[in-house]
């Protein structure tokens, strides 16, 4: 654009004050970058749609998304060329992309989209925090899951094919905490093993029959799966759960209640019985 401008002026021209003035070719400007800006938007939804990964679909609908700002921008722009919108919008949209790049980088789990270890700290310290203060009517749990025999199938299948266990097992964790009154933050805790944090309302038994649905709910997931999976081997998983009381010692105790409990399950897994709670 810029040569043929040069060379013919039907872009655009600056008047004696040195403004910009735009020509009869001037939409040129406008149409190549948006031809460019809606390719990439395309392309990104179609990366986005045959991502498995969930943290990775949301990641990739961030960045098809965020162009439309710019885009109401520029065409405000066509009509008040005068007004620097576009380069404006553009710059901030491209410090957007680069915080939440650096927040995924920094808080989520790269294999999983989860939040990793690190988050997971951040989130339920501050929420040990509300509930040691009395500033909710809502009382905290915490669920520590383990994927059995994920040991097996990497020594079996590869370790390509236990990063691939790894990231249905979390899809899976996702869509049984979908249907939750409250959302409830999840985070690949370490290896194989993760954690769900959620608050929960209403009298003690209410709580518990709502965190053993949700426990219910992740292994008729995993049951559905393992029926129409073409896999060899099968994803099962051991469940404790803990809630919070302001007589733990943080969260080192918070987690360790939860770590115990689900232990107890793995040994009542031999003798056929269930037990998310101690």
């Known amino acids: 654009i810029m040569f043929v401008n040069a060379k013919t002026g039907t872009v655009f ?5 040195l403004m910009l003035q735009p020509e009869k070719l001037y939409f040129l400007v406008y149409f190549f970058s948006y031809i460019y800006v809606t390719m990439v938007c395309v392309r990104t939804l179609h990366y986005m749609h045959r991502e498995d990964s969930y ?6 609908f ?3 998304v965020m162009p439309i700002v710019p885009t109401i921008c520029g065409i405000i722009e066509i009509f008040f060329p005068w007004l620097p919108l576009l380069s404006v919008s553009m710059t901030l949209a491209v410090i957007v992309i680069y915080i939440n790049s650096l927040e995924q980088l920094i808080s989520k789990d790269a294999l999983t989209g989860l939040n990793n270890k690190r988050q997971f700290i951040r989130d339920v310290t501050s929420k040990i925090k ?3 203060q009395g ?3 809502e009382d905290l749990y915490l669920l520590m899951l383990d ?3 994920f040991k097996e199938i990497n020594d079996t299948y590869g370790h390509d094919e ?3 266990a790894l990231e249905t097992f979390a899809d899976l964790l996702r869509q049984a905490c979908a249907n939750l ?3 409830a933050s999840l985070a690949r805790f370490g290896g194989d093993e993760f954690v769900i944090l959620i608050e929960v309302s209403g009298s003690e038994e209410e709580q518990k029959i709502v965190i053993e649905d949700l426990c219910t709910d992740i292994s008729e997931q995993l049951r559905q799966y393992n029926e129409d999976s073409p896999h060899p081997y099968q994803l099962l998983t051991s469940i404790g759960a803990a809630r919070y009381e302001t007589s733990m010692r943080g969260m080192r105790d918070f987690v360790a209640f939860a770590d115990e409990n689900m232990y107890h399950e793995k040994k009542k897994k031999h003798i056929g019985r269930n037990r998310f709670f101690g």
Do not use: C, I, M, W
Request: charged residues 40%; proline residues 3%.
């Open 130 to 132: 509300v509930a040691n």
């Open 181 to 183: 009154p409250r959302r």
């Open 55 to 60: 943290g990775r679909q949301e990641e990739l």
């Open 13 to 17: 021209s600056f008047d004696e004050h």
């Open 62 to 64: 961030t960045y098809a």
């Open 147 to 149: 994927l059995d025999l």
């Open 135 to 137: 500033q909710s009517d």
């Open 162 to 164: 236990g990063d691939k």
